[in-house]
């Protein structure tokens, strides 16, 4: 990679980082939000966690990927009944653990 290509790439990423972070203080005169964009700044973290967590689910253990699709089942499964982030991660530690 040559030093133009790794500049204009560094500058993308610094974009993309800190627009959405400076963005709510040039919008934020005291105007409300339209609904719209309330619920879609709502999602961001979710989508952010989902895009990380993903492809590790999948990297686990590169032999039997399995076993990453089970703890992440397991973990949507105790989010979602006792809605617990402490419970959730230990859940699926353990089954991560338990099956390798």
Do not use: C
Not at 1 to 8: H, L
Not at 44 to 70: C, K, M
């Amino acid at each position: 990679m040559n030093v133009q290509t790794f500049t204009v790439m560094l500058l993308g990423m610094v974009l993309v980082t800190y627009l959405p972070r400076t963005l709510p203080l040039f919008l934020s005169n005291d105007r409300p939000l339209p609904t719209w964009l309330e619920r879609w700044l709502k999602l961001v973290p979710y989508t952010a966690l989902g895009a990380l967590i993903f492809p590790g689910i999948l990297t686990v253990d590169p032999n039997r990927p399995w076993v990453g699709v089970l703890g992440g089942i397991a973990a949507i499964l105790v989010s979602w009944k006792w809605n617990n982030l402490v419970a959730t991660v230990i859940v699926a530690f353990l089954v991560v653990y338990g099956l390798s």
